[in-house]
Every structure is written in C-alpha cells, then in structure tokens.
C-alpha cells in the first residue's frame, strides 16, 4: 500500500492495477489509489487443480492479466508465483519488469524469480519488509524514497453490531507460530491494569485453538469479551476502531499499525527491524527476537499512548 501512495505521489495520473489472493481482495479495496484488483486464487485452485471449473477460472485469470500493456509491471516478493505472473503480464513498448535482485535475511526469496526481470534491484539484507517493496519501486519509477510510509487507506463499511460505542482495548493475541505468542499471564496482567482505567478488552479469534485461548483469557479477566467470529473486513474495522490495539507479530497488529491507530507492536520470536511499526508515534514497538517484551514495558507503553489520546481529544 506505501507502493501505491509513492507512485501517485510521483505520478498523481497513473494508474494502478494490483493483482492478490482472493482472500485479500477486501483490503486492497481499502486505497482508493487501486484501479482495478485482479484476485488470484492459487490457494484455492491447487486443492483442485484439474477440476473443469478451476481451469476454466485461471483462463479467466489470465485473460484479465493480459488485457492491459502495462509501463511498469512490479514483482515485490520475488518468489518464483509472482515472477509466472511477472512473466505472463505485458508490458507497454517501453515498459519494464522489475523486481527483488536478493532476498532479506529469514524471507521467502527464491532466486530463479529474477528471469522474469528487465531490472532486478539490490537491497541490504536487513531491509524493512515495508522499505524492501518501496525501494524497488523507487528504483524502476527513478524517484527516490524521501518520507516515512504511507498506507492511504480507508476505513472499511460495514455491519458490527459487536462494537462497543464506548473506548476499548483490542489484544490482538493469536498468531500462526506457537513461539511468537505472549504468554496467557502476560496479557491478564495487563488487563488488570486497563481494569483500574475502567477501560474494556476485546477478544478477537481466527480458529478453534485461538478461541478457546480468548475463552481461557476472557475467564480471567472481568473487563475483557470473546467476540463472534469475524470477515476480514469486520476484523479491520476492529483494529481502525480501537482506543489502543496491543498485539503480537500478526497480521492484524500490523493493520492497525497501518492505520496509525495506537498500537503496541509485541516481539517475542520474530526480530523487530523485519516488520516494526515505524512510521508514527502513535505505535511503540516492544520485544525481539527471543527476547519478549514485560508487563511493566507494556503497562509503561499504554500510558504514554493512552496520555496522548486524551491530549489530542
């Protein structure tokens, strides 16, 4: 999203189509920025991949791909996916492909993804996963990038007949990996202490072990709901909605960094510089790899956050 906001702000006219996973359609949609959205659905299309009507949605696919000739076609993942479809989309009589020349330290990065390039751009290993996609950018639009990101997006519409009309905290408390979690403890403790500010806890969840965990949480803490199972659109409101967001390295911490929304980023098993929330004051960044941040760290994070919420309401 801080490739978009860079391009139009070099290119107020340009026009901008973004090709993603279908699950993810719905938050691209957030900037207004994006013309047109083609959604790919590999994930789906591999569990059947021979099924007629599979085949006959990646011919459709590949139809919209190549409806345009496009001057600049970016590839900011470099896996050898995203180089096919690189490789599959036109460029305009002088456009180019462009994309990563190396991987950063811990990524996905395939190098056999480089064939598909007219440019392959080098960046230093520890680059931010936010940075690494501007850079390249910057590098095949001949542009330079001169300011802290900016993501453009909007609040997503939508029924929550869940939302509290008064402040509240979200823990954003699941997360795929077992080690990048915060301990039960941890987040109890912290919701003792938005107890006394007579501030409540949302419990959100995105499967059956991250339900029974907000259930096991919710238990233990008076101040604190388990709420119904979410879309991604009603799970992005939620973290543009809070009073203050504290959560792991997920996804959804991420969005509600994106949305500049107060947020505690927590870094227990993933190192921080990959993907911290560096763009505003608004989001404090705690822990690191094999090093989880504290109670008291956290405790002393939220009042800096929640002091300048009330001084600038």
């Keep these: 999203m801080p490739v978009v906001s860079d391009l139009l702000q070099h290119f107020p006219d340009a026009s901008i189509d973004w090709v993603v996973e279908e699950a993810y359609v719905n938050l691209v949609r957030l900037h207004p920025g994006v013309r047109r959205i083609i959604p790919f659905a590999l994930r789906r299309w591999r569990k059947k991949l021979l099924s007629s009507q599979n085949r006959a949605e990646i011919r ?66 520890y680059t931010h996963a936010v940075l690494r996609g501007r850079l390249v950018a910057a590098a095949a639009a001949g542009y330079t990038v001169d300011r802290p990101a900016v993501f453009g997006i909007q609040p997503p519409i939508c029924d929550a007949a869940w939302m509290p009309a008064h402040p ?15 301990a039960r403890s941890n987040w109890i403790a912290v919701a003792e202490y938005l107890q006394t500010l007579a501030l409540p806890v949302l419990l959100p969840w995105g499967n059956a072990e991250e339900k029974a965990e907000a259930e096991a949480m919710a238990a233990a803490m008076p101040n604190a709901r388990v709420l119904p199972a979410l879309s991604m659109q009603e799970a992005t ?19 509600a960094a994106a949305y500049e929304t107060p947020t505690i980023e927590l870094y227990c098993a993933s190192p921080k510089w990959k993907t911290e929330g560096n763009w505003s004051e608004r989001i404090i960044n705690l822990g690191d790899d094999g090093a989880p941040p504290s109670v008291d760290e956290v405790c002393r994070a939220m009042t800096q956050l929640l002091s300048a919420v009330e001084t600038t309401h």
Excluded: C
């Design 237 to 255: 409101l939620l973290a543009y909605s809070a009073t203050l967001a504290i959560g792991v390295d997920t996804g959804l911490t991420h969005i």
């Design 60 to 125: 459709q696919f590949l139809r919209s791909l190549r409806e345009e000739q496009y001057d600049l076609i970016l590839d900011t993942q470099g896996l050898l996916k995203t180089g096919l479809l690189m490789g599959w989309a036109q460029t305009s009589q002088n456009g180019k492909k462009a994309g990563l020349a190396n991987g950063t330290v811990g990524s996905g990065y395939e190098g056999i993804s480089r064939i598909f390039h007219d440019q392959s751009v080098a960046v230093d290993p």
């Design 168 to 182: 509240f905290v979200v823990f954003f408390h699941g997360t795929a990996g077992a080690a990048k979690k915060w």
